[in-house]
């Protein structure tokens, strides 16, 4: 990542496409797993790991094309679509039942189109979710901005922050804060940041599930809590209390 004088955005950005590999049926099945996944999660809102009624039913509402899918497999979702999704019949839709239901009208729809249908607000949402974070770890010092230094130190560290520059169209390795920089105060601002990198979070959302810099922080997250778990274990004492 270069420094030095201002330049624009359009200056630096990388003037290149990438074909998109062909789909095989085995290709076609792992990005509907993927993609179904993050449905169900978008329509789990209190993340508790299943789907309840109220929860279904606010999701049809909100979008429509959650009913598209569930009609492509065969189902009724103006119809008690909860009772044909529960195998179980308590209440509520675990992901084993969605995903049994749907995956393969899910993978039929990837093979059409590309895509499950219901994913596109789906994966926006968490795209949005995931960049939010990834911005607010960059702002070490937290005012809210993203200087030259917090972002270098952040490329620096994960190289998965680079790759999602690069997939908005812009060059990981030359004057990065100059091309997110709209205003040119120099600084990167949470809409200038949103603004530029959305639609590609948006696209690794779809592709793996998450956005990969953010799924690094969580890794990371998860550990320092198991040490700090580790740490907590109380010793066992003697009769005197001394360790």
Known sequence: MGCGN??????????????????????????????????????????????????????LEKDASIGDL??????????????????SKDGHVTW????ANLKEAAKKEVLE????????????EKALQQLRKLYDELDRNKDGAVS???LAAGMEKDADIGQLVKEAGFNPDYYVLEQLDTNEDGKI???????????????????????????NIEEEEKKMEAEAESNAVVKPTSWCGCA
């Open 6 to 59: 201002s330049k624009k955005a359009s200056e630096a950005q990388v003037e290149e496409t990438k074909a998109a590999p062909e789909l095989t049926e085995a290709s076609a099945e792992e990005r509907a797993l993927v993609q179904l996944k993050t449905i169900f999660d978008s329509i789990d809102v209190n993340k508790d790991g299943n789907v309840s009624k109220a929860e279904l039913v606010a999701a």
């Open 70 to 87: 569930i009609k492509d497999a065969g189902l009724n979702q103006e119809y008690n679509a909860m009772d044909q999704l529960q195998t």
């Open 96 to 99: 084993e039942e969605f995903l």
């Open 113 to 124: 189109t590309g895509e499950v249908k219901g994913i596109e607000l789906a994966a926006d």
């Open 148 to 150: 030259r230094e917090e």
């Open 189 to 215: 601002t949470w809409d200038e940041f949103e603004a530029h990198l959305r639609k590609a979070a948006k696209e690794e959302v779809k592709e793996q599930g998450e956005v990969a810099a953010v799924a």
